[in-house]
């Protein structure tokens, strides 16, 4: 895997991934940015949530649930001195679909967070506290 980041004036920078996508980060007024972008530590969290959204779904899917709708909404503190890492992050799912089964979608999380979604381990295994949990809504017919 490879990207390419160019600073693109004051704070700003244009992230390139290896398959080609452009993405912006720029940094608040107060450090030299315009705000035209995602800060570097929100893209982050994003991908994390990216990456631990796509398992839920995918192992949904294969289990045949009928998932009509995941969101990850994440939380995230951090450290108050520098460097200001990550130490507690929670993701709450929201999963909705006709006749979810809870064990299944329980399942799904779990193993996302344990074995399958690199981000979580990797941020897991440098001392981040992850914690999830997820809720279910059942749509009308």
């Not at 631990?52 to 779904?57: E, K």
């Not at 001195?81 to 979608?105: N, Y």
Request: net charge negative; aromatic share 6%.
């Amino acid at each position: 895997m490879k990207a390419r980041i160019q600073w693109a004036g004051e704070a700003m920078f244009l992230g390139e991934s290896g398959s080609g996508h452009v993405v912006v980060m720029d940094g608040p007024p107060e450090a030299g940015g315009r705000n035209l972008g995602v800060r570097p530590m929100e893209m982050l969290l994003i991908g994390l949530g990216g990456c631990s959204n796509f398992d839920v779904v995918s192992i949904l899917k294969k289990s045949r649930q009928p998932v009509e709708s995941c969101e990850a909404f994440l939380e995230a503190e951090r450290a108050d001195e520098d460097p200001k890492v990550f130490t507690k992050i929670h993701l709450h799912f929201v999963v909705k679909g006709r006749g979810l089964k809870e064990a299944q979608v329980k399942r799904a999380v779990e193993l996302s967070a344990e074995k399958y979604c690199s981000a979580s381990i990797m941020l897991g295994r440098a001392g981040v506290e992850i914690t999830h949990d997820y809720e279910i809504i059942e749509l009308g017919v």
